[in-house]
Structures are given as C-alpha cells and as structure tokens.
C-alpha cells in the first residue's frame, strides 16, 4: 500500500482532505518548503479523515519545529476514531528551558499506553522528525531516527474518524510552532526509511 503524505503548504486540502482552519494559521516558507505556523493560542486545523484506518500496524512520521512560550502540554497531533475514545496521539511538553520533549499516546478499546520521554529533551526552534511506530505488537517512538522508548500494547485497527492538527479535537492543549509534513505508513518502519526533518 502507498504511503500517505500531508503537506502543511496549504488551507485548500491537506492529502486532498478538506480543511477546517481554527483561529488564524499561517504560512511560512522554510528551506525545504512551506510550512503551517500555529500561535499556540487558537490557531489549529481539523481534518474529516482518520489516515491510519484500517491499519493493523502502522507509522505516524510528523516534521515539526515547537516553539518557546507555549503551553506546557501541547497535543499536537491527534487521530481519534468517530464514536469512541479509540486514538492516537503526539504531544509535546516543554521543560521550561527550552527544551521539549515527546510524549505519545495510543487508546485502543479497554487498553491504553503513553510514552513520557521526559529523559529525551531536545532543544525548542529546530526542525525535528517525530515517528510512532507500531509493529502489531509493540509502540515505539523516535525523535530524528533515534529510540526512545518502547512498550507492548494491544490494539485493533482504527475505523474512520477525524483529525486535529496544532491542538487537541476538544480544542484544547494547542500547539506554537510549525508543521511541515506528515506521512502515514500501513508498516512498522525501520529509522533508515525515516523521513529527514
């Protein structure tokens, strides 16, 4: 199966999904191309498409760059099945010296599991590659191709859903910084098949 990819250089379509902006997002051009910038406030995008369904094992790829001055807990990046609590997430939390770290989530019926890479920080206003990875058995993440932390969990692959992007899909917990691109694999990818941030 191809894998698919979501580029933030746009409000028209986002892998030709339609968008719901929130807030005043902007455009922004970096060195490998156009980027969304969020405010951290009230800036967000919201897409009527849940791009793991149907996964069994899956890679969520996000080239990002987190900004100081946020909130302290950012989810910005959630995919969240219609009518049910099922999802998968990526946060951010700052430290409060510029440094960040990642913190990912998966809820999948009765069984849930976060990754708190509180060890794992990482200095804020740098472009980084972001991957959680699940391979049918164990969730994974890394940060620029480097591991993290690992954990087994149980999980049923997604039905359709929704979105959010810079914030929560409850509108809460946004996110300042900026977004580039996103790619979806219906695989448990290895770090040298990684996007480079």
């Known amino acids: 199966m191809t894998d698919i990819v979501w580029n933030f250089d746009n409000f028209e379509t986002i892998g030709g999904n339609s968008i719901t902006a929130l807030g005043f997002p902007k455009l922004i051009d970096t060195p490998k191309g156009r980027a ?22 899956f890679t969520v790829e996000v080239i990002f760059r987190p900004e100081a001055g946020g909130l302290k807990e950012q989810r910005f990046f959630h995919m969240q099945e219609s009518g049910s609590q099922n999802r ?13 770290f990642l913190d990912t989530y998966i809820r999948s019926g009765e069984t849930d599991q976060t990754l708190f890479a509180e060890n794992f920080t990482h200095p804020v206003g740098q472009w980084y590659q972001a991957a959680l990875v699940f391979n049918g058995k164990e969730m994974r993440h890394y940060v620029n191709g480097a591991k993290e932390l690992s954990s087994e969990i ?22 300042k910084g900026a977004i580039r691109k996103a790619r979806f694999a219906s695989r448990a990818l290895m770090p040298e098949e990684f996007l480079q941030p």
């Open 36 to 57: 969304t910038e969020f405010d951290g406030k009230q800036d967000g995008l919201l897409v009527n498409n849940l791009p793991l369904t149907g996964f069994d094992q």
């Open 88 to 100: 998968v997430l990526l946060e951010t939390r700052l430290t409060g010296d510029s440094r960040w």
């Open 154 to 175: 149980t999980f049923s692959a997604l039905h359709q859903g929704n979105t959010s992007i810079g914030v929560r899909i409850n509108r809460v917990f946004w996110f």
